[in-house]
């Protein structure tokens, strides 16, 4: 063991070489102390910014389906120019990967992780509670008809969730 330590002793003192050895632990306390930096003070923020992003999701997918349902509309013939307005009951919902363990008579189940997130397996789009349409043919009752009836078709939803109303 002696000898060992005499040959290290041996290769500090050799030059450059306790430069070098003084460098990589400095580079080695260095990056200790940066990997805790980012460690919990910011998870709030993370929460934050997700959540702000799937507002945003539902956001765009709303107005999406606002301005396909105006295109297809103002082809209808009789109603004119319309704008649309709906609401949605929820947002983004994300379905989780599943691994479930059977041992004898208990079944266990557990989400799968990956990168320290669950795998989401996938993503159901916020369900259409109502629509609010105002047309220039509003004020008749037959292109009412043909509104409501394509509206609800389109979106997924009764007609007693629809509001049909003439342009001013």
């Known amino acids: 063991m002696i000898p060992k330590i005499e040959e290290l002793k ?15 632990g400095l580079a080695g306390m260095l990056m200790i102390m940066l990997s805790g930096i ?5 998870k709030g923020q993370t929460a934050e910014l997700s959540q702000n992003s799937s507002l945003s999701d ?8 606002e301005e396909q349902l105006e295109q297809v509309l103002s082809q209808i013939k009789g109603v004119g120019r319309a ?6 009951s929820s947002s983004e919902e ?18 799968v992780i990956a990168d320290n997130e669950g795998l989401i397996r996938g993503v159901n ?11 220039e043919g509003g004020g008749n009752t037959q292109v ?3 509104v409501y009836k394509a509206a609800s078709v389109v979106l997924g939803i009764p007609t007693n969730r629809i509001c049909v109303a003439k342009m001013k």
Do not use: F, H, W
């Open 38 to 42: 980012g460690d919990g003070s910011n």
């Open 58 to 65: 539902s956001d765009a997918y709303r107005q999406q389906l």
């Open 125 to 135: 789009t916020p369900s259409v509670s109502g629509a609010v349409i105002v047309c």
């Open 10 to 24: 041996k290769l500090l003192m050799k030059k450059g070489t306790l430069t070098a050895a003084a460098v990589i």
């Open 144 to 146: 009412c008809e043909k």
């Open 94 to 111: 994300y379905i989780y990967a599943e691994e479930s363990t059977v041992s004898g008579d208990k079944r266990q189940t557990e989400y």
């Open 83 to 88: 704008d649309v307005m709906i609401t949605l």
